[in-house]
């Protein structure tokens, strides 16, 4: 029962591609009480460093263990205070705002109950919502969507949107509208730094082909447009095209759901945060994403309007990386990570962390800050508290045996 | 390398890549008893190398179809703008009762008609916002689509593909260009170059060089002899063109001995080649005819031999004696050689199809199964980098589910560099890596695309099972499994060196 929205822009068409999908549905319960609340999730695939999002530079062990490679609150780009013991990675001044006006919360230390390591049973974890890798048929999105609405206001003719890519977390029984792309994510950088890796070793004809690629890509993220034949150009997909496609999605994303015939609930994914090798937290590679999605999270606030009061925007990922810089400055699949709620609707300017320390024998199998909040908690909390899912579905349908996890309870005013 | 080619597992998958078009599910491990066994049966599948499709027409009828579009168009035009002379004389509401011009859209000029309709549907790169329907495809853009869909269906189905690769060759070495005969290049390829593929090269030598579309994209169907009936009463000259490319590019190979004058002597021997005008033959037009009317009378001498012949048979003699020349061979086995071995051949192995397509007297599925045989075929390193075609072509067949069209197959194709049946001169598409490497890049954005589109249904360890098994290096396993996502293991694994190295 796909909705009749206006018919998109060429511009919208180029920034959804594909990313967003989301239910024509307003929540019943909620609906009941008045409220008319939205709800963006935001996978991040590739598992990204929570550490170098916000640091704990409140641990006497934080700059033993990540040297001139610690985000600090000195030093030439300091991090963002956040509440005297973490500091905000600086590419996020977006969030640091609405962190200060209480529409930001940060969960630390936090994991699904995947601990593997694997990116791909890591996700299918993450977005199943189920406790172990397995079960990748639906998304927890999907499940509790059908949860809070009536079997029979589901049209089950309706088939899932032909996407080129439905993420897994909105997968499942619940009818899905998408937006196929005119246009694709730009080239990603970082897939290109491991082919030139691969090729290295194994045709280095090819490998210099593809570094002048990257070239380019730096050139024109440099702001040397000019030195580029417009066919370059076109080629390129550098850090400004990432920031503009980011910031797109999303935005376009918020526009769809802020409309009174919107859909509600919408989920979109970005990939890149697999830092392996130079992972340049502050003002580096990782620095540049965590820009874009700064930009994201502020064009989700821009394109929501008055209804941004309403709303949550909830960033998850697979897991975290290890607690210690790699041989190459890069880091490693790892366990605990950050997630992050933004919107009108919380009751934020908090940091929510069990913290578990950063010695050797706090970290969980002495590598990985160690997980002590569980993911699903937090998904929980949302879920009950912004779209009225009950205690029950969340237990057994959405997140299977997680009876023992109680829901996080605060999370809005 | 050396250590893994005894593994019969590994000698298959070379095989697909090498010799045909990449593995599909199983294909590995279904010819893995007997990879030359299993080349060399395809040679002998009835039928293999043909497409059996009863809606396409023949090249000649395509562009007659083609033609007639056009004619009903400019009518229209004309009618329309006869009927808008009459109302700018009537009152203003009789105008704007009208019929509006932009329903039908523009007509393009008879002379860039062709060009600019067939491009439509594979270069059009949707850079402006288009309908979420694209509007119903035209007879022409229809004849192109469909002749496309034939050609990619025929790769995409081919058990090893060891056979269309063959097609592919000879169509690129006997090549005529869609921006020149939209229309025809299709059916070109199916009735001149893949009756033959396993025939002779004198046969195929003769289809190719009498057949409309060759005729029309080398400018013979309107070269005339000086001495001719049409020559003598003024009708413009004498077309080098078409000889020079018969000989330089189709049988001996450049500077393998013939001069200017042999040239000349053959493009008049070759006059008369050309094609029943399409407005005066509505049941036969385009179709090839020897018009004596235009041919150069008397005897001519090539290479040291006097042709008596007369009218048609003369060009016939000619190109009899063209296929049979040593250096025809000679430029031949080094080509395939090159084709499907390395951009510098192996020395010996371009003996062996030298020799074998001199002894077999150009018998072509005798060549085709001494390169099978030759261990210099086998041995060499994996170093030839697949043109975009193959590339795209084993991708395809690695993920037979994806769903992907015939316009997006085009736009593809285009995109690398390699536009379906348009190369860029009569040489052909090049079969050396030097233009291609550069393209790599925008390889790197097709398989982001095609990664995009099948990652919720492609599991990135299968498909480099699927595709590469036994040659899948250490170092792509390990880059696969640690991709950040499925999407970028995907992309990953269809970048894979092995991948685009065969």
Redesign the interface.
Known sequence: MPINLH?P??RE?IAAS?VLFAWPFLPKIARAEGRDPRLMVVVL???LDGLALAAPVGDPDWIKLRGDKALTLEGKTPGLPLDGFFALNPAMPNLHRLYQANQAILAHATCTPYRDRS??DG?DVLESGFARPGNAETGWLNRAFAAIEPAARIDRRGALAVG???P?VV?GPAPVLSWT??R??P??E???M??I???Q???P??AR??Q??LGLMHLAAAGNMDALTPAQRE?LAGLAAVRAYFAEAAGTAAKFMARPDGPRVGALAF????T?IDEGAVGGRLGNLLGALDGAIAAVETGMGPAWKETVVVLVTEFGRTAHINGDNGTDHGSGTVALLAGGALKGGRVLADWPGLKESDLFEKRDLKATTDLRAVLKGVLRDHLRVDDKALATDIFPDSAAVAPTSGLFG | MSTMSTDPKYQAALALHRFGLGPKPGSIDAIASDPRGALLAELERPGVGLVFDASLMTASKSSMAAFNFRQEQMAKRIALQAEKTAMANATPAAVAAGEDPAKLGPVKPHAESNKADAKAGDEADNKSAKPAKPPEPNVQQRIFRNEARAHFIAANTAEIGFVERLVWFWSNHFCVSADVVPYMAGGYEREAIRPHVLGRFADMLAAAESHPAMLIYLDNFRSVGPKSVAGLIGKVGLNENFAREILELHTLGVRSGYTQDDIIAFAKVLTGWTILPAATNPEHGSEFVFNPRLHEPGPQTIMGKVYAEVGVNQGRAVLADLARHPATATHVATKLARHFVADDPPPALIKTLEQRFRDSDGDLKEVAKALVAAPEAWDAPPTKLKRPNEWLTALRRAMPDMQANVVQGLQARARLGEPLWRPPAPLGFSDVQGPWADGLAQRLDIAEIVATRVEATVDPKDLLETTLGPLASSDTRRAVARADSRQQAIALALMAPEFHRR
């Not at chain 1, 990939?271 to 697999?274: A, I, K, L, S, V």
Request: aromatic share 6%.
């Open positions: 018919a822009s060429r068409l594909g695939r590739g598992a990116h791909f996700q080129p890519v439905t897994l997968r792309p005119q694709i994510a080239a990603s970082d897939t290109l491991r082919l890796d691969l090729y070793h194994a045709d004809a090819l082909v593809l002048g690629r080629q990939n890149g945060w697999d392996h």
